[in-house]
């Protein structure tokens, strides 16, 4: 295990160096600057700045200390944000934005989980027809769609929850971006759990216990269900990134002091070091959630642990 830890750890590091490296490249090759605005700035003084944070000096240059800066864990400061670093400002939109994905995450897996194996159990019914029809719904309904729509309803017409904002992380404010968030990944992960385990309870090994009195409950919770969330375990890898990280359509239209919000205001800005510390935070938790996906993959399915 010990090996398989550090194996995957070391096999990381070119990925996310490949990650900088492209980062860093496209960012540069956007049109535009970190010191445009509406009113240009004199040619002496936008020079003083260039000079200041190192712009002046040729693209390897710039890159090799951003860099040595990223192997001693300094992101850089901020080019709009100046009384602040990019680690500061991750820092302070991560409580936000971990809260808002932490409970997406909670509420997408146990509810897509549920309506999944419901769903494949009554196999071929109204139910599951009724679930299926959901969650390919909740698929291609974008967030940017339903988000405006439950605000609409549950915010102006009924006025049962908060619009927007953050209101010092009380739970009326959470309820609505939680449920925008995590609507996408409730219908895939109610689609996959679904097929898994129909074709799992197809399996000889579940029709041999069936055959020696097994009850229901105990080849489905101890025969069937392991080895079907294999492709939801897979699946929910990336996904717990990209939610714990924040989403950016969500956390614009509630209007969340998120990372994401700062990961937008750091493109339109061309906020180089804020844009590239934010998808440094979102590869090395791919990277982290990967692992773990592999680690539950061996305590799932002993097959892949003895490999």
């Not at 090996?3 to 990925?15: D, E, Q, S, V, Y």
């Not at 970190?34 to 890159?63: I, S």
């Not at 932490?102 to 509810?111: D, F, K, M, S």
């Not at 129909?198 to 020696?212: G, L, P, V």
Request: aromatic content about 8%; proline content about 7%.
């Amino acid at each position: 295990m010990f090996r398989l830890i550090c194996g995957r750890l070391l096999g990381a590091i070119p990925t996310l160096m490949a990650i900088v490296l492209l980062g860093f490249v496209l960012m540069r090759l956007a049109p535009g600057g970190p010191f445009d605005a509406e009113r240009a700035l004199p040619p002496e003084v936008e020079a003083q700045l260039r000079a200041q944070y190192d712009l002046d000096a040729p693209l390897h240059e710039q890159l090799a200390r951003y860099l040595a800066d990223l192997a001693r864990f300094d992101l850089g400061p901020s080019f709009k944000y100046k009384d602040f670093t990019v680690a500061e400002l991750i820092r302070d939109g991560a409580g936000v934005s971990a809260a808002l994905g932490g409970a997406a995450l909670v509420l997408a897996a146990a509810l897509g989980l549920t309506l999944g194996c419901a769903a494949a159990l009554k196999r071929g019914s109204r139910f599951d027809a009724a679930v299926m029809t959901l969650a390919v719904s909740g698929q291609v309904i974008p967030t940017f769609v339903m988000g405006p729509i439950l605000a609409l309803v549950f915010g102006l017409w009924l006025r049962w929850l908060p619009l927007a904002g953050w209101g010092g992380g009380r739970p009326a404010f959470l309820i609505l971006p939680v449920i925008t968030l995590a609507l996408p990944y409730v219908a895939a992960i109610a689609r996959l759990m679904r097929a898994s385990l129909i074709e799992t309870m197809n399996e000889s090994y579940i029709r041999t216990a069936r055959a020696k009195g097994a009850s229901p409950v105990r080849i489905l919770l101890r025969h069937a269900l392991p080895p079907a969330l294999l492709p939801v375990v897979s699946y929910l890898g990336p996904a717990a990134a990209g939610l714990l990280t924040g989403s950016v359509v969500v956390e614009t239209i509630f209007g969340l002091p998120g990372i994401g919000r700062y990961f937008v205001q750091g493109a339109i800005n061309r906020d180089y070091t804020l844009v590239l510390g934010v998808v440094m935070l979102y590869g090395g938790l791919i990277v982290v959630f990967n692992l773990a996906t592999d680690l539950i993959y061996g305590w799932l399915d002993p097959r892949v642990r003895r490999s």
